[in-house]
């Protein structure tokens, strides 16, 4: 397939695109613009680059959307039939890929590569199939191509074979896999992909220990030869570049953000709900398997167990927003999330004093409260490609926040030093950390929330876009 000369010269490709779409009862058709790094790195590049972005319909009104030819300039959203979709996102991204890079599988029961699993790996190359197409269809010749995630491995290959002219990126926002854990995988599909993503010209990382993981992997299930640097594989006569790009908090928005009124009326609610002078220990994610939400109150609970001196005067501040709840496991992770929340309020709590507040809808403007008054921040992750909370909070904290963090987040690479750092298994360990950190002198505090600070926004997303698009020689 050739691309014509009225193409675009960069393109994203990526499962979740920044706008979604919603009927109303009217039928009328509402967007929503979403964020994260993505959307913010392609802003360096301005609206007149013409950058197309490749993205999947997600929900009803996406594909209504689609139906209607209804499309934001410079976005192009791709419907496969539901069923591809559901068995290509649910069955395989997040519920075996996911599971692999996160090493989340538990019981001796999963994983299960029966026939069911096969038809949904068919899906999932259809559904990498059908991005390879739109890709190769919208792109100028010689175009720039940044593939993003574990949703789309499969797609460099594909596209090379398409089109040889492109040069392509793939980027992955999650860890990957040790070769021991990933070999879990059916053989042919684990080389699969492997050798999809080997289909780009450069295959990039959040971490060093990410891209280091690949590479093993890369040798260790196909063979191939990994340089003595690491920092490149040659597989079948073909040599993709590593590369590593720690994508950083985007502090001008989130400063911005965080002074606006709503979120300073939200910190005042906030406090009034915590009881004054009570110290903060916030916590912030998806309701997510690998954030170790359930552990991290069992620490709490274990905190206020080996010193009940804190009893009273700490609480325990946890935002945990639902997310993939087509899920069996995600909707009984968020069920037990609220169950052991409750449990250790009735365990502790007082008429005067609650010692978990949990919340669970979605309020971007709530957490930016949460994180300006936080006095520790807990984030620990069993692991995490990078884990963005854990840099966004030294970002707009206002007095200095102390910070909990797993060894296991990709952030730990660059804000371990002065981080109250953790194995997120052990209960025990997290229990002391949470006590440090409570116990830290301020001026301590201040001195590493500022550190943690600069180090999370060494690499803002404009940075880190630009970056990778520049080591594509663009
Ligand atoms: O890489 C992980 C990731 O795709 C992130 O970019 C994002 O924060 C998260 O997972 C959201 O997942 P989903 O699109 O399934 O809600």
Redesign the pocket.
């Known amino acids: 397939m050739e691309g014509s000369s009225q193409g675009a010269r960069i393109l994203v490709a990526s499962?979740?695109g920044p706008v979604s779409y919603t009927v109303a009862e009217d039928g009328t058709l509402g967007s929503r613009r979403g964020g994260?790094?993505v959307v913010s790195g392609l802003s360096a590049i301005g609206p007149d680059a013409g950058a197309v972005w490749v993205c999947a319909a997600l929900s009803d009104g996406d594909r209504e959307a689609v139906r209607r030819g209804v499309a934001e300039p410079g976005v192009r959203m791709i419907a496969v039939p539901p069923e591809v979709f559901h068995a290509a996102?649910n069955d395989i991204a997040?519920s075996v890929l996911w599971f692999v890079h996160h090493l989340l599988y538990q019981t001796p029961f999963e994983p299960v590569f029966d026939e069911e699993f096969r038809d949904h790996w068919a899906a999932y190359e259809a559904y990498n199939e059908a991005f390879a197409d739109a890709l190769a269809q919208e792109a100028a010749e010689g175009a720039a191509v940044l593939v993003?995630?574990?949703?789309l491995a499969l797609v460099p290959a594909l596209l090379r074979e398409r089109r040889p002219d492109l040069r392509i990126g793939h980027f992955?926002?999650?860890p990957w896999a040790p070769p021991d854990y990933f070999r879990l995988l059916p053989d042919d599909v684990a080389a699969r992909l492997l050798e999809g993503v080997l289909g780009a010209d450069r295959a990039a990382f959040l971490t060093h220990r990410w891209a280091a993981a690949f590479a093993a992997c890369c040798a260790d299930v196909l063979g191939a030869e990994v340089s003595a640097d690491g920092g490149s594989v040659t597989h079948r006569g073909r040599t993709t570049r590593l590369g590593v790009h720690g994508l950083g908090a985007d502090a001008e928005f989130l400063r911005e953000r965080a002074q606006r009124p709503d979120v300073v009326e939200r910190m005042a609610a906030l406090r009034a709900e915590a009881g004054p002078g009570r110290r903060l220990i916030v916590r912030v994610d998806?309701t997510e398997l690998s954030k170790n939400i359930v552990r991290g109150l069992y620490a709490y609970r274990r905190l206020l167990t080996e010193h009940p001196g804190w009893r009273e005067r700490v609480v325990h501040v946890a935002f945990a927003y639902p997310?993939?709840q087509d899920l069996a496991s995600y909707r009984e992770y968020t069920a037990e999330v609220s169950r052991v929340a409750a449990e250790v309020n009735d365990e502790f709590g007082t008429a005067g004093w609650t010692p978990v507040i949990l919340k669970v809808d979605d309020d971007f403007a709530r957490s930016l409260a949460a994180y300006r008054l936080a006095d520790v921040a807990l984030v620990n992750p069993i692991r995490d490609?990078m884990n963005l909370v854990a840099k966004e909070v030294p970002v707009v904290s206002d007095q200095g926040v102390a910070l909990v963090l797993s060894r296991e987040a990709g952030a730990f690479e660059e804000l371990g030093a002065d981080a109250f750092t953790v194995n997120p298994y052990d209960i025990r360990a997290t229990a002391v950390a949470l006590n440090e950190a409570l116990t830290l002198p301020e001026a301590d505090r201040a001195d590493r929330s500022k550190r943690l600070a600069a180090a999370a926004t060494a690499l803002p997303p404009t940075r880190w876009f630009l970056d990778q698009l520049h080591a594509l020689d663009v």
């Open positions: 499962n979740r994260g790094g996102y997040n993003q995630d574990y949703h992955s926002h999650t998806r997310s993939r490609g």
